[in-house]
Protein backbone atom coordinates (compact mmCIF):
# COMPACT_ATOMS: atom_id res chain seq x y z
CA UNK A 1 0.00 0.00 0.00
CA UNK A 2 2.12 2.94 -1.12
CA UNK A 3 1.78 6.23 0.53
CA UNK A 4 0.25 4.35 4.02
CA UNK A 5 3.77 4.85 6.24
CA UNK A 6 2.42 5.40 9.62
CA UNK A 7 5.27 7.06 11.04
CA UNK A 8 5.96 9.45 14.47
CA UNK A 9 4.42 9.26 18.09
CA UNK A 10 1.79 11.52 19.71
CA UNK A 11 0.30 11.21 22.80
CA UNK A 12 -3.42 11.86 23.31
CA UNK A 13 -5.97 11.47 26.17
CA UNK A 14 -8.51 8.53 26.69
CA UNK A 15 -11.89 10.10 27.04
CA UNK A 16 -14.94 8.50 29.22
CA UNK A 17 -16.08 6.63 26.46
CA UNK A 18 -12.64 5.19 25.40
CA UNK A 19 -12.17 7.18 22.72
CA UNK A 20 -8.70 8.37 21.43
CA UNK A 21 -7.91 10.69 18.99
CA UNK A 22 -6.34 9.66 15.43
CA UNK A 23 -3.24 11.56 14.83
CA UNK A 24 -4.29 14.21 12.46
CA UNK A 25 -1.44 12.55 9.86
CA UNK A 26 -3.06 9.02 10.13
CA UNK A 27 -6.88 10.09 9.57
CA UNK A 28 -6.43 10.20 5.61
CA UNK A 29 -5.46 6.27 5.55
CA UNK A 30 -8.17 5.07 8.04
CA UNK A 31 -10.83 7.16 6.13
CA UNK A 32 -12.39 3.82 4.39
CA UNK A 33 -12.56 2.45 7.62
CA UNK A 34 -10.08 0.63 10.04
CA UNK A 35 -9.84 -2.35 12.63
CA UNK A 36 -8.59 -1.89 16.42
CA UNK A 37 -7.20 -5.39 17.52
CA UNK A 38 -4.93 -7.02 20.29
CA UNK A 39 -1.46 -6.93 18.81
CA UNK A 40 2.29 -8.65 19.75
CA UNK A 41 3.92 -6.34 22.81
CA UNK A 42 0.11 -6.19 24.68
CA UNK A 43 -0.29 -2.78 22.53
CA UNK A 44 -3.17 -2.69 20.08
CA UNK A 45 -2.94 -1.44 16.50
CA UNK A 46 -5.24 0.11 14.37
CA UNK A 47 -4.75 -1.13 10.74
CA UNK A 48 -6.42 0.50 7.60
CA UNK A 49 -8.94 -1.92 6.23
CA UNK A 50 -7.17 -3.39 3.45
CA UNK A 51 -4.02 -3.68 5.11
CA UNK A 52 -6.26 -5.56 7.36
CA UNK A 53 -7.54 -7.64 4.45
CA UNK A 54 -3.98 -8.36 3.50
CA UNK A 55 -3.17 -9.79 6.60
CA UNK A 56 -6.34 -11.77 6.95
CA UNK A 57 -5.21 -13.30 3.76
CA UNK A 58 -1.77 -14.26 4.81
CA UNK A 59 -3.67 -15.89 7.91
CA UNK A 60 -6.04 -17.56 6.26
CA UNK A 61 -3.06 -18.73 4.21
CA UNK A 62 -1.67 -20.98 6.89
CA UNK A 63 -1.93 -24.68 7.33
CA UNK A 64 -4.91 -24.83 9.62
CA UNK A 65 -2.98 -28.30 11.26
CA UNK A 66 -0.26 -25.90 12.47
CA UNK A 67 -1.61 -25.47 16.73
CA UNK A 68 0.57 -22.17 16.04
CA UNK A 69 -1.42 -21.35 13.11
CA UNK A 70 -4.43 -21.62 14.78
CA UNK A 71 -3.47 -19.66 18.02
CA UNK A 72 -2.40 -16.57 15.96
CA UNK A 73 -5.99 -16.86 13.99
CA UNK A 74 -7.79 -16.84 17.32
CA UNK A 75 -6.01 -13.89 18.47
CA UNK A 76 -5.90 -11.69 16.62
CA UNK A 77 -9.32 -12.21 15.12
CA UNK A 78 -11.26 -12.73 18.35
CA UNK A 79 -9.52 -9.75 19.41
CA UNK A 80 -10.39 -7.49 17.14
CA UNK A 81 -13.06 -4.61 16.01
CA UNK A 82 -14.16 -2.86 13.05
CA UNK A 83 -14.94 1.04 13.25
CA UNK A 84 -14.41 4.30 11.86
CA UNK A 85 -13.60 7.43 12.70
CA UNK A 86 -16.02 10.24 14.31
CA UNK A 87 -16.44 13.45 12.98
CA UNK A 88 -13.27 14.91 15.69
CA UNK A 89 -11.19 11.86 13.93
CA UNK A 90 -11.71 9.23 17.23
CA UNK A 91 -11.72 5.96 17.18
CA UNK A 92 -13.71 4.17 19.81
CA UNK A 93 -11.58 1.33 21.38
CA UNK A 94 -13.93 -0.87 23.48
CA UNK A 95 -13.42 -1.70 27.09
CA UNK A 96 -11.98 -5.55 26.62
CA UNK A 97 -9.45 -4.06 24.46
CA UNK A 98 -8.48 -0.84 26.95
CA UNK A 99 -7.61 -3.14 29.61
CA UNK A 100 -5.83 -5.62 27.33
CA UNK A 101 -3.09 -2.69 26.57
CA UNK A 102 -3.43 -1.66 30.10
CA UNK A 103 -5.39 2.39 28.80
CA UNK A 104 -6.49 4.54 31.18
CA UNK A 105 -6.54 8.37 30.92
CA UNK A 106 -3.62 8.96 28.10
CA UNK A 107 -2.36 6.91 25.06
CA UNK A 108 0.65 6.69 22.95
CA UNK A 109 -0.11 6.67 19.21
CA UNK A 110 2.85 5.15 17.03
CA UNK A 111 3.23 4.60 13.41
CA UNK A 112 4.47 1.20 12.90
CA UNK A 113 4.80 0.80 9.15
CA UNK A 114 1.59 -0.44 7.83
CA UNK A 115 -0.36 0.20 10.98
CA UNK A 116 -0.30 2.16 14.04
CA UNK A 117 -0.15 0.87 17.08
CA UNK A 118 -1.96 2.27 21.12
CA UNK A 119 0.86 1.83 24.26
CA UNK A 120 -0.12 2.50 27.65
CA UNK A 121 2.67 5.33 28.22
CA UNK A 122 4.17 3.35 31.59
CA UNK A 123 4.05 0.26 28.84
CA UNK A 124 5.70 1.89 25.89
CA UNK A 125 8.80 3.40 28.48
CA UNK A 126 9.31 -0.10 29.74
CA UNK A 127 9.13 -1.29 26.22
CA UNK A 128 11.43 1.48 24.59
CA UNK A 129 14.08 1.28 27.43
CA UNK A 130 15.08 -1.53 26.13
CA UNK A 131 16.17 -0.22 22.92
CA UNK A 132 18.46 2.77 24.21
CA UNK A 133 21.20 0.40 24.58
CA UNK A 134 22.52 0.60 21.04
CA UNK A 135 24.68 -2.97 21.27
CA UNK A 136 21.56 -4.52 22.42
CA UNK A 137 19.11 -2.89 19.98
CA UNK A 138 22.03 -3.52 16.76
CA UNK A 139 22.20 -7.39 17.97
CA UNK A 140 18.59 -8.03 18.06
CA UNK A 141 18.33 -6.45 14.52
CA UNK A 142 20.96 -8.61 13.03
CA UNK A 143 19.62 -11.43 11.48
CA UNK A 144 16.78 -9.57 9.55
CA UNK A 145 18.78 -9.08 6.91
CA UNK A 146 18.58 -5.03 6.88
Known amino acids: M???VFTGE???AVDD????AVPSRFRAQ?????????WLDT???IFPKGAWEELAAKVGSLPMTDPNARLLQRQLFAGAFETELDRQGRVLVPQGLRSFAGLEAE?????????AEIWAPDRWADYSRSLEDPEAFAQAIAGLGI
Do not use: P, T
Open 10 to 12: YRH
Open 30 to 38: LDGGAVVAR
Open 17 to 20: KGRI
Open 43 to 45: CLA
Open 107 to 115: ALVLGSRDH
Open 2 to 4: VGS
